[in-house]
């Protein structure tokens, strides 16, 4: 196999694998509304909105389990075990809540077997997108790390955009049959895709970092503790990815119940801004590649921290315009940051972990961030919305980005000189990079 087909062989399968996970895990989120009236008590509908935005949010709870069951996995059996294991389980999970009795038939039973359905999708999620960019930097061109990683972060949007996608045709087929049970059949292809996504996965190699660690006996024994071993690289990445968990989950998780329960724009419209807004945030994550690959990926951080601090309330006033064209607007406001500090924190997440534990490091701090921050997000803004009005969960998002700025500016490195020499568990020594010219 020549060395251009294997590559885009490991782009493909870590971009469909993740898309396809990304695509099972927010659909739930996109279909919060009907998902309520089908899993919940119908006597009042804002406490089955509220009942299916907490079981969306308790998916975020178990996903640092996932990050260190699956993160030990990458990391003491192979980056390519875990990353097969982890798109089984959401194929089954997501295929599953296709067919669960709604309330009227089961009862007490349907939110609990929804809740233990989303729970697995969390578990699956724990360790997906940090062990696919792992995997994806370990096999990139030194002077490309950026732009191969930016792939796995574009899938995310490409992923979510299909999702809403999904959801939009069903319902202009029939809005009617939609409401009824052909919103079943969004989670079913989900589980069908992600089945291809676990074939493309299978066909693919160990990277060479860890073979060479294997080879050289330094595969971590319990990379968990040594995790929380170097606990101060564990906060700074954590404070980076809780930001980064709230504008996506906010944009993700509760901003089509607000312009549908708040504003009052009907779904078809929530969903048609959702594809156009997450398309153009896929595009921007690509365009951020190139950008830290040319000008370092501390600049570009700092830069998407400030489009947060700078863009989240306006966001908000212009949702409120109740239009077409004033949601898009709403929306590209929010997954600017969303794309600029998603793709730049975990370049520089992958890169700056030493090796042996790269896959649990990075998905301990990613997911322990998104349980504590994502999975409340959406929760926390219907709860700010209800209780301080329509701009509380952009003020929300803000303050946490000021927080988020001073230390990425304090304390972060850049990384995009480190070069991956694999030398054992010194592989991240910081030698400057002889492809690229230095300033």
């Known amino acids: 196999m020549s060395r251009a087909v294997g590559r885009r062989k490991v782009l493909g399968a870590a971009m469909v694998g993740h898309g396809v996970e990304s695509y099972d895990f927010v659909i739930y989120g996109a279909s919060a509304t009907v998902i309520a009236k089908h899993f919940f008590p119908s006597g009042n509908p804002t406490l089955a909105i509220l009942s299916t935005l907490a079981v969306y949010g308790l998916a975020f709870v178990v996903r640092p389990l996932g990050a260190a069951i699956f993160g030990s996995m990458g990391d003491r059996v192979g980056r390519r075990a875990a990353l097969s294991a982890v798109v089984l ?3 089954v999970s997501t295929a599953a809540i296709a067919v669960l009795p709604g309330y009227g038939t089961a009862g007490i039973l349907a939110p609990l077997l929804l809740l233990c359905c989303r729970l697995a999708q969390g578990i699956s999620m724990g360790a997906e997108y940090t062990s696919a960019a792992s995997y994806v930097m370990e096999q990139a061109p030194p002077q490309r790390r950026g732009l191969w990683v930016s792939a796995v972060n574009s899938a995310t949007f490409i992923g979510s955009a299909g999702a809403a996608l999904a959801l939009l045709g069903l319902q202009l087929v029939s809005p009617a049959a939609y409401a009824d049970w052909t919103w079943r059949l969004a989670f079913l292809l989900g589980g069908l895709m992600a089945l291809v996504g676990l074939y493309m996965r299978l066909r693919l190699e160990e990277t060479e970092t860890f073979r060479a660690l ?8 319990r990379p968990v503790r040594e ?14 990815f809780a930001l980064l968990a709230v504008v996506v989950h906010n944009l993700l998780g509760y901003f089509p119940t607000y312009l549908v329960a708040t504003v009052g724009l009907d779904e078809g419209t929530v969903l048609t801004a959702g594809v156009v807004a997450l398309l153009a945030c896929a595009g921007m994550c690509v365009l951020t590649g190139v950008l830290v690959d040319r000008l370092g990926r501390k600049p570009v951080l700092v830069a998407g921290v ?17 239009t077409l064209l004033s949601t898009v607007g709403a929306e590209l406001l929010l997954v600017l940051p969303a794309a600029v500090v998603g793709m ?10 030493p090796p042996h534990i790269r896959a649990t490091s990075t998905a301990l701090a990613y997911n322990v961030a998104y349980a504590v921050f994502g999975g409340t997000a959406p929760l926390l803004g219907a709860l700010l919305t209800a209780w301080l009005g329509r701009l509380a969960p952009g003020a929300y998002i803000t303050v946490l980005a000021v927080v988020a700025l001073v230390v990425v500016v304090v304390a972060l490195p850049e990384t995009r000189d480190r070069v991956l020499v694999v030398t054992g568990r010194s592989e991240l020594d910081a030698v400057p990079d002889p492809a690229r010219p230095t300033s």
Do not use: D, N
Not at 214 to 221: D, F, I, L, P, T
């Open 89 to 91: 389980i959401m194929a």
């Open 214 to 221: 294997e080879s050289a006996g330094e595969v971590a024994a």
């Open 227 to 240: 995790t929380f071993r170097s606990w101060r690289l564990f906060l700074l990445l954590f404070t980076v």
């Open 306 to 322: 400030i489009f947060a601090v700078a863009g989240s309330v306006p966001a908000y006033v212009l949702a409120g315009g109740g």
């Open 344 to 353: 730049s924190a975990t370049i520089i997440a992958v890169e700056i972990v």
